[in-house]
């Protein structure tokens, strides 16, 4: 015995009308196929569900019951359709993003901005963390999405690049090398360096361009926070190179910032996802502002 959820709107609609013609107009359909698909009905259950007169037709005690029995399940059948009426409007939704502090607190913001005042019903979830937890996330599905560096092969993982950034010296206004337009790597490697934890993605950018022009760093206190970093590098504890990016972030620390060459170490910065994998329609709204918006920049 098998009832589609199709037959049973249509038996309610001729049930509330108690026409087969008026039931018709109702549902845009035509008599007879809204006769027909009462008659199926009636044959599937075998069991007569409406006393027909000329005029009108009546329910009867089995198609009374059936009424009421199906009113719970329609209720929850349109439920369930508005609901995913609204998620795919974008009028409701969650999307949980990863992001590497940076992108968090300077590129995601503005755009999250403009999603939210479209589809205000829209939920979302901020992890800014280092970029392998940002791979973690994202391989497993805990995450919609990640803002980071260029992932390992092999990861399951794909990337769209959206931002290049350049390398700089970051010193306190006193220091030795504040007065220059730029500077070698050979040249901060004599001063102490305020580097960043061994796990994320700007220690391991700096080190293996480094290791690959045969300079040696002589890293200190290793801090996973760009404020720590800021305020080692005021209080005259190092120097720091970090992505351009991250230095309106330490705008507290009233450092000056000298592009660094020989060699110029850059990353690229883009959106992670799951390959092979389609995004929610809400995860994908956002991640077309974040595309736009580099686009402009």
């Keep these: 015995m098998r009832v589609g959820i199709r037959q049973l709107q249509i038996f309610r609609a001729v049930a509330e009308a108690g026409s087969f013609s008026e039931a018709a107009t109702r549902l845009h359909l035509s008599q007879p196929a809204t006769s027909g698909a009462i008659r199926k009905l009636e044959e599937t259950l075998e069991v007569r569900l409406f006393d027909r007169s000329t005029r009108r037709i009546f329910l009867t005690p089995e198609g009374q019951e059936l009424l009421r029995l199906s009113g719970r399940l329609l209720e929850e059948f349109e439920a369930i359709t508005g609901d995913l009426r609204d998620y795919l409007a974008r009028r ?8 590497l502090p940076s992108l968090a607190a300077i590129t995601l913001p503005p755009a999250l901005a403009v999603l939210k005042a479209s589809y205000p019903g829209v939920d979302v979830s901020l992890r800014d963390i280092l970029h392998d937890e940002i791979q973690e996330l994202v391989g497993s599905g805990e995450a919609d999405f990640g803002l980071t560096v260029t992932p390992r ?7 769209r690049p959206l931002i290049v950034d ?10 030795d090398l504040a007065g220059r337009r730029q500077v070698s ?7 102490p360096i305020v580097g960043m934890a061994r796990t994320s993605s700007v220690r391991q950018h700096i080190d293996a361009a480094c290791a690959q022009a045969g300079i040696a760093l ?13 305020a080692l590098v005021r209080e005259g504890l190092g120097v720091a190179a970090l992505p351009s990016l991250t230095t309106p972030l330490l705008r507290f620390a009233e450092l000056v910032e000298v592009p660094i060459v020989r060699p110029r170490v850059e990353r690229t910065m883009g959106i992670v996802t799951r390959a092979g994998r389609s995004l929610s329609v809400a995860a994908a709204a956002l991640v077309d502002l974040l595309v736009e918006r580099a686009g402009r920049r």
């Design 92 to 99: 409701r939704g969650r999307i949980v993003v990863a992001a």
């Design 153 to 159: 092969p092999g990861r399951g993982l794909a990337f």
């Design 166 to 175: 350049r390398f700089v010296l970051l010193c306190r206004p006193d220091h």
């Design 185 to 191: 790597w050979a040249q901060v490697v004599r001063y």
């Design 218 to 230: 002589r890293n200190e206190y290793d801090p996973e926070h760009l404020a720590t970093v800021g």
